[in-house]
Structure formats: structure tokens, C-alpha cells
């Protein structure tokens, strides 16, 4: 019998059918790295509470993508249908008792099992939802993951890309949250120059979010991989960052000193040491996302393969 619920530590690269392009790389590090730990909503458990809208769904898809008005309202029916149907009673009760082991905020983030594939860069097509706490709100936010399947951007990119639709199904990964008092991503290979023997990182104050909506411009370090020495900095001024409050909710704060430099050059050598392990592990070039507590911790969140390379 096909599991509801997989944790990361049973997972491995091999999982995607299972956990999708996300939850199959976390289970993959989850013994090497440090990351937050979880579990992942199975492909499986989605594929059991599709079966019964599957044929209101597919007929809905019928359309010509390139119309983008048609395209908007073929997304919004799809993901409404999804969003008002029953999940399976076994789903939600495994869904509750795992969350309950790992308790208080929780990331819920979708994994498609063709998302993070290096042929198919589906990446940042599919919903991630932060600071989710309370097992009833758990199951939601994995519900809207779900329905995330059917963004208008991710029918017309699946159309394109000659995917199916129903060969797609949907995982979902459910992460302890880090506190982040900085976040930001690090690639394994300089992205602007393709140059194998730098690392860059990216990092800003406080949770990774302003940094990718590009609300902020993050500091920059670039590192020589060979030397383990720090080429180049680009410092810069933040004014706010986001960070959770008590309640969860993110919430933007001034920076005490706007011109400090984010991450100590220690930790700019610790992360490029985890970075070129990654790379070693998966013996490709990858796009890690990472976060550091209030601790001074640092914890890896993901990692997938840089689909830009030329």
C-alpha cells in the first residue's frame, strides 16, 4: 500500500515519483546537511484525492493556451474545483498526526514530479505557503499547493513543453520552519560568468522572500572554490527586512545598521563548504537555498540543478 505521508529522513533522489523534485532532494541531504525536517504529502495521496475530479478537471483543459483570457478562466475553474472538493478521510488524519510530531510553523511547499528535473525547470511554478501553523490549517495550505498544479502558468508551460497533464502529479513538502534572521541562495557555479571555480551567495536580513521577489537587492560574495577565499563583495544597504513576529505573521522591520555586512566571512566559508558538498554529492552544478537562525545556525532548504548553465 502506497504511504500518505513520507518523512525525509526515508527519502532519497530516487523518490521524485513519490516526492516530487523537492521532497525527493531534501530526503537525498537530509543524512549530509542540515535542514529543517519534515515529511512530504506523497504524489500518491494526491493521485487518491484526484481520481474523483479528474473528469470534471481535463475537459476544463481543453483549450488553446496561446488565448490567455481562456487560458485565466480554464485556471481559476480548475483550481476552485480543487479547492472545494473532499479530501479522503485517511489523508487528512495522516496529515494531522505527522504534523502534530513536528508541531508549531511549518513551510508547505509543492513539489511537482516533474518540477526541479534540469530538462523541465518548472521552478517557482508551484506555491509555497510560510509560517503555517495548526494541523487544520496544515491541510489546507497542502490542498492549496495542490491546486497550484493549475496555475495559468503552469498549464501553458506543461502545454508547450509537450507534458501531459495528467502524466503531472503533485507533492507536497511540509518543513519545520527556520526563524530566519538571514536568508538568501548560493550557486555552485557563477551564474553570470559560468565560471566553475567561483561559488556566488546571495544573502539580505531576514527571510528569503524580499530577496526573490526582488523587492531588495542582497548583498553579494563571490568565493574561489579552489582557495576557499572570498574574491569579492558587494556590500549593500537594507533599510527593512521581513521577519516573522510571535504570532507568525511576517512583517517587516527596519534594519538596526542598514550598511552591515550580512554574513560574517566565516559563515560566507561555511556555506560555500556545504555548497561545494552539495555539488559533489549530486556532481553537478546546483542553486541552493539556505537560512541562518537566531542561533546563528545554518540550515540548507533546498537545493536543485542550475538549469541556466550554458
Known amino acids: 500500500m502506497t504511504k500518505n505521508i513520507v518523512w525525509f529522513k526515508d527519502l532519497s533522489i530516487k523518490d521524485i515519483d513519490i516526492a516530487g523534485g523537492k521532497g525527493s532532494s531534501l530526503g537525498e541531504m537530509y543524512d549530509i546537511m542540515p535542514i529543517p525536517n519534515g515529511f512530504v504529502v506523497s504524489a500518491q495521496a494526491y493521485e487518491k484525492f484526484a481520481k474523483e475530479i479528474n473528469n470534471k478537471i481535463f475537459p476544463i483543459l481543453n483549450i488553446d493556451v496561446e488565448d490567455s483570457a481562456k487560458l485565466e478562466k480554464a485556471a481559476k475553474e480548475v483550481q476552485k474545483i480543487i479547492l472545494n472538493a473532499k479530501i479522503p478521510q485517511d489523508i487528512i488524519d495522516d496529515i494531522k498526526a505527522e504534523y502534530k510530531k513536528l508541531g508549531g510553523f511549518v513551510a508547505c511547499r509543492s513539489s511537482a514530479t516533474a518540477?526541479?528535473?534540469?530538462e523541465a525547470s518548472f521552478a517557482g511554478q508551484q506555491a509555497t505557503y510560510l509560517n503555517v501553523k495548526g494541523e487544520n490549517n496544515v491541510v489546507d495550505a497542502v490542498k492549496k499547493c495542490w491546486a497550484s498544479l493549475f496555475t495559468s502558468r503552469?498549464?501553458?508551460?506543461?502545454?508547450?513543453?509537450?507534458?501531459?497533464?495528467?502524466?503531472?502529479l503533485i507533492a507536497v513538502v511540509v518543513q519545520r520552519?527556520?526563524?530566519?534572521?538571514?536568508?538568501?541562495?548560493?550557486?555552485?557555479?557563477?551564474?553570470?560568468?559560468?565560471?566553475?571555480?567561483?561559488?556566488?551567495?546571495e544573502g539580505a536580513f531576514g527571510l528569503g522572500e524580499m530577496v526573490v521577489s526582488g523587492e531588495i537587492t542582497p548583498d553579494l560574495y563571490i568565493?574561489?572554490?579552489?582557495?576557499?577565499?572570498?574574491?569579492?563583495?558587494?556590500v549593500n544597504?537594507?533599510?527593512?527586512?521581513?521577519?516573522?513576529?510571535?504570532?507568525?505573521n511576517n512583517v517587516k522591520l527596519k534594519i538596526k545598521n542598514p550598511a552591515e555586512q550580512v554574513l560574517t566571512?566565516?559563515?560566507v566559508r561555511d556555506l560555500a563548504i556545504l555548497g561545494m558538498a552539495i555539488e559533489?554529492?549530486?556532481?553537478?552544478?546546483?542553486d541552493i537555498e539556505?537560512?541562518?537562525?537566531?542561533?546563528?545556525k545554518i540550515y540548507i532548504l533546498q537545493s536543485r540543478p542550475i538549469t541556466t548553465l550554458k
Open 223 to 234: 568565493v574561489d572554490k579552489n582557495k576557499l577565499e572570498i574574491k569579492q563583495k558587494n
Open 290 to 296: 539556505w537560512a541562518v537562525d537566531e542561533d546563528d
Open 237 to 248: 544597504e537594507q533599510e527593512i527586512g521581513l521577519f516573522r513576529d510571535k504570532k507568525g
Open 177 to 201: 520552519m527556520v526563524n530566519s534572521q538571514k536568508a538568501g541562495v548560493m550557486f555552485t557555479v557563477n551564474p553570470i560568468t559560468n565560471m566553475r571555480t567561483e561559488l556566488v551567495i
Open 280 to 286: 559533489k554529492h549530486y556532481n553537478k552544478p546546483e
Open 154 to 168: 503552469a498549464i501553458y508551460y506543461r502545454v508547450v513543453n509537450n507534458f501531459k497533464h495528467e502524466d503531472v
Open 265 to 267: 566571512d566565516k559563515q
Open 115 to 118: 518540477e526541479d528535473l534540469p
